[in-house]
């Protein structure tokens, strides 16, 4: 019991102090109360195809922490070759073997958040993305730009832009789906189609 109670400490004031930094670039929280089971967000940096992108992770924590590495896999869709696009697995030393008890959560979502800025295409997890990447980089920039907007800018304007969709003008409805980089005349089309149901249009447009 002393040992689980040291674990719980260890997390609870890993969680205080992500709190306490006040950085809206690096979060996490817990999930349902498990102290085992935090949900971790960050955002894209500055420069790299990520850039204005919201980004989940899900973060699973095992019994023995510190002494063993947090899992932790994307739940936002991403293109990148250390990614896995399928399931969101990271390659990541600190997240295998260079670990230390001395690392913390934070640490390791600041890891992932940097290595958005400095992948490492001969060491993948993502072999497709990866040849992409040292075979035509400008496709694989595009790619990674065109997944960020429609899966992770989508979420923070979902609940933002679409929750004023009643009383939203036409052109104002045209503007949001061209914030996350729908071509105008899709946009006006897809709105027509539907009704000017912004949502509806979205889905339509993701689904074609």
């Excluded at 600041?110 to 400008?138: F, G, H, N, T, W």
Aim: hydrophobic letters at 35%; charged letters at 30%.
């Amino acid at each position: 019991m002393y040992l689980e109670s040291r674990e719980h400490l260890r997390l609870k004031r890993e969680l205080k102090n992500i709190e306490t930094e006040n950085d809206s670039s690096v979060e996490a929280y817990i999930v349902d109360g498990n102290i085992f089971k935090w949900r971790g967000h960050i955002l894209g940096p500055p420069g790299t195809p990520y850039e204005g992108g919201h980004f989940n992770l899900d973060i699973t924590i095992p019994e023995d922490y510190p002494y063993s590495p947090p899992v932790i896999k994307f739940e936002t869709k991403i293109w990148h070759p250390n990614i896995s696009s399928e399931t969101g697995a990271i390659c990541l030393d600190i997240l295998k073997n260079e670990w230390s008890p001395a690392l913390t959560i934070r640490t390791a979502l600041l890891s992932i958040q940097a290595l958005l800025s400095a992948p490492e295409p001969d060491d993948p997890q993502d072999a497709m993305v990866a040849k992409m990447y040292k075979r035509d980089y400008e496709e694989f920039e595009r790619t990674a730009k065109y997944v960020t907007i429609v899966f992770s800018r989508i979420t923070r304007l979902w609940t933002s832009t679409f929750a004023r969709d009643d009383n939203e003008s036409k052109e104002g409805k045209i503007k949001t789906l061209l914030e996350i980089g729908i071509e105008r005349d899709l946009a006006v089309k897809a709105l027509e189609e539907n009704g000017w149901d912004t949502t509806v249009a979205l889905n339509r447009l993701l689904d074609s």
